[in-house]
């Protein structure tokens, strides 16, 4: 998707190697035109799939996985995450590991908005060694519900989630493909 690249390019900070920070339009302060745009494209390279609701993970998954939810009119559930949570009968719950953070966070999802009938399409911001996707999923799986497909605005393509949920026979649609990084250079998959 040559504007989120474009924009990734201008306004995007490599804080090392490893490390993106979009805080201007993602992360921190929204462009929402431009998660419209984003919100379109996943509705594009996921039109030959029904789904009937998108799961995401609070805070920076909300906004793209909203403008699907609008422009398709489906309901957008987010994964709570609490550092400590105390166990609950009505809730699914999954680990997270926080590479940027460094530490484990748990997130729930209420059984109530998770149920077998569901056809999940699943959404988030960054997709880097594939914790965040890898809870979602489970939480999918815990509800008996279906998942059609997971959808990245930014996959780090040199860090192992994108391998992993692909191998493990998920469709992974990621928006702009980072292959690396070095000198704070930002480079993406095909480019020269
Ligand atoms: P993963 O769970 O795949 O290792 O990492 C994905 C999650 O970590 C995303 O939900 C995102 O919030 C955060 N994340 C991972 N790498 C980056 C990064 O380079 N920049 C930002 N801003 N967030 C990241």
């Known amino acids: 998707m040559d504007l989120l690249k474009q924009r990734i390019l201008n306004d995007g900070e490599a804080l090392n190697e490893n490390v993106l920070k979009v805080d ?5 302060q929204i462009d929402p035109l431009l998660m419209k745009e ?17 799961l995401t993970l609070e ?9 699907v ?30 590479y940027t953070k460094q530490e484990t966070n748990t997130i729930a999802v209420a059984k109530k908005f998770l149920s077998k009938d569901d056809k999940v399409l699943i ?6 060694n594939g914790e965040a996707a890898g809870a979602l999923i489970d939480v999918v799986e815990q509800s008996g519900a279906e998942i059609v497909g997971v ?20 469709r992974v649609e990621s928006l702009a493909r980072i292959e690396s990084m070095y000198d704070k250079q930002v480079k993406f998959v095909g480019d020269n």
């Open 24 to 28: 201007s339009f993602l992360n921190h």
């Open 69 to 98: 939810g609008l422009l398709l009119d489906i309901p957008v559930v987010f994964g709570r995450k609490r550092q400590s949570l105390t166990l609950s009968d009505d809730l699914y719950t999954s680990q997270v590991f926080s």
């Open 59 to 67: 805070s920076s998954g909300i906004a793209p996985s909203v403008m």
């Open 151 to 170: 959808g990245i605005v930014i996959e780090k393509a040199f860090q192992s989630g994108g391998k992993i949920l692909r191998d493990k026979g998920y």
């Open 123 to 128: 959404i988030d911001d960054f997709l880097a």
């Open 38 to 54: 984003v919100g379109q494209e996943f509705i594009h390279r996921f039109e030959d799939v029904e789904f009937n609701k998108v």
